[in-house]
T-cell receptor
């Protein structure tokens, strides 16, 4: 079945450091890929998405490129801020399903220290 | 746009009582809503898919009689935790999407923190 794997956390970075959170997926069809972010005590928010191979999603300085050849969707940011501290979830939605069921990775906790 | 409202945001109840959580799509119609459960420091576990006007589809291992789901209209789905016990304490999150073949992301409510004493 479809699945999403993420690098294990927690990840602790100093402010202005570079961030990469690895994400790889397994899917039978042609999935759309997403990154969601969850701030402490809150629900999930969509951070960015890509719907086909070679698409690049970007938002708030974060980027991720849909790599079909490596089945990856790594999240990157050039300079993190304290306000980026949150849990990040990689996810996929397989177009082959009827109900847009979304499968989430385990999440990666990021802490940015001043 | 695409706002999902979830209520209540937190609830404390006694063991043996039932708790209802509401999920509303405020500015769009959602024929399908999803209910997730999140344990501390873990990912989201899909509990069930809620379809307007029909029975919910539960994931393997989720008790249908324990977690009652009703999707009464195109903008409202409810999850009722019946005869709650301390092990039901968790963070419950609903979501909805505009169904267009998997291109649209899910829009999430802010979650409900349930504590059963």
């Amino acid at each position: 079945g479809d699945s999403v794997t993420q690098m294990e956390g927690p990840v602790t970075l100093s402010e202005e450091a570079c961030l990469t959170i690895n994400c790889t997926y397994t899917a039978t069809g042609y999935p759309s890929l997403f990154w969601y972010v969850q701030y402490p005590g809150e629900g999930l928010q969509l951070l960015l998405k890509a719907t086909k191979a070679d698409d690049k999603g970007s938002n708030k300085g974060f980027e991720a490129t849909y790599r079909k050849e490596t089945t990856s969707f790594h999240l990157e940011k050039g300079s993190v801020q304290v306000s980026d501290s949150a849990v990040y979830f990689c996810a996929l939605s397989d177009r082959g399903t009827s109900y847009d069921k979304v499968i989430f990775g385990p999440g990666t906790s990021l802490s940015v220290i001043p | 746009g695409a706002v999902v409202s979830q209520h209540p945001s937190w609830v404390i109840c006694k063991s043996g009582t039932s708790v209802k959580i509401e999920c509303r799509s405020l500015d769009f119609q959602a024929t399908t809503m999803f209910w997730y459960r999140q344990f501390p420091k873990q990912s989201l576990m899909l509990m069930a898919t809620s379809n307007e006007g029909s029975k919910a589809t539960y994931e393997q291992g989720v008790e249908k009689d324990k977690f009652l789901i009703n999707h009464a209209s195109l903008t409202l789905s409810t999850l009722t935790v019946t005869s709650a016990h301390p092990e039901d304490s968790s963070f419950y999150i609903c979501s909805a999407s505009v169904s267009d073949g998997g291109n649209s992301p899910l829009h999430f409510g802010n979650g409900t923190r349930l504590t059963v004493t």
